[in-house]
């Protein structure tokens, strides 16, 4: 079974749909993380979280929101979809053990999602 | 904010041919990783480096980081079909520890067999 799992894997809305994405790992991580991506940009990073009280904002948080139900679980929401929007978008999630500032980052398998 | 670019964004080699590509940061960097996309596929962790001067092997591939801390390569040689894929470097800012990594622009390999 893969360690971190997102649902949808595919998704098609009509603008101005509140859409959520979800993301589970069995890895028993602490940091998780919520980027999308773009052709010829790269990986951006939406939202990261440290632990179950921690929601830190990333590059391009505009019109993103998210909720760390759990240690295993961290969704992504869309109020009011937009066409912009339109992407994949990954979750990942970290060890985060300082003390080696070692940070490998395990990706899901990905959710791409259409704005129509 | 931080940025990290890669050039090239695209190459397409002939399979046995060697293959390069660069990664340039704005600041300098705690460490840097490297991750390969397969097509379709989601980004997999090759390897970090954290010392200035670095240089680490896995079999054909080579990584290096800089002496300054703000640049880095990959380099494969004698590419093969199986290295085709998006290869991205993520660097960690210095100032704000291991809490995220910047991503770059990635550079799409090809095969022509």
């Known amino acids: 079974d893969a360690d971190v799992t997102q649902t949808p894997r595919n998704r098609i809305t009509k603008t101005g749909k509140r859409i959520m994405l979800e993301c589970s790992q069995t890895k028993g991580h602490d940091r998780m993380y919520w980027y999308r991506q773009d052709p010829g940009l790269g990986l951006r990073l939406i939202y990261y979280?440290?632990?179950?009280?921690?929601?830190n904002k990333g590059e391009i948080s505009d019109g993103y929101s998210v909720s760390r139900q759990a240690q295993a679980k961290f969704s992504l929401s869309l109020e009011s979809a937009i066409p912009n929007q339109t992407a994949l978008y990954f979750c990942?999630?970290?060890?985060?053990?300082?003390?080696?500032?070692?940070?490998?980052?395990?990706f899901g398998p990905g959710t791409r999602l259409t704005v129509l | 904010g931080q940025q990290v670019m890669q050039i090239p964004q695209y190459q397409h080699v002939q399979e046995g041919e060697d293959f390069t590509t660069y990664c340039n940061s704005s600041?300098?960097?705690?460490?840097i990783q490297w991750y390969k996309q397969r097509p379709g596929g989601h980004p997999v962790f090759l390897i970090q480096l954290v010392k200035s001067g670095e240089v680490k092997k896995q079999k054909r591939l080579t990584f290096q980081f800089g002496e300054a801390k703000k640049n880095s390569s990959l380099h494969i040689t004698a590419t093969q079909t199986t290295d085709v894929g998006t290869y991205f470097c993520a660097g960690s800012r210095l100032d704000f520890g291991n809490e995220k990594l910047t991503f770059g622009t990635g550079t799409r390999l090809t095969i022509i067999p």
């Open positions: 990942a999630t970290s060890d985060g053990d300082l003390i080696s500032s070692y940070n490998e980052q395990f």
């Open positions: 979280s440290f632990d179950v009280k921690d929601i």
């Open positions: 600041t300098t960097l705690s460490n």
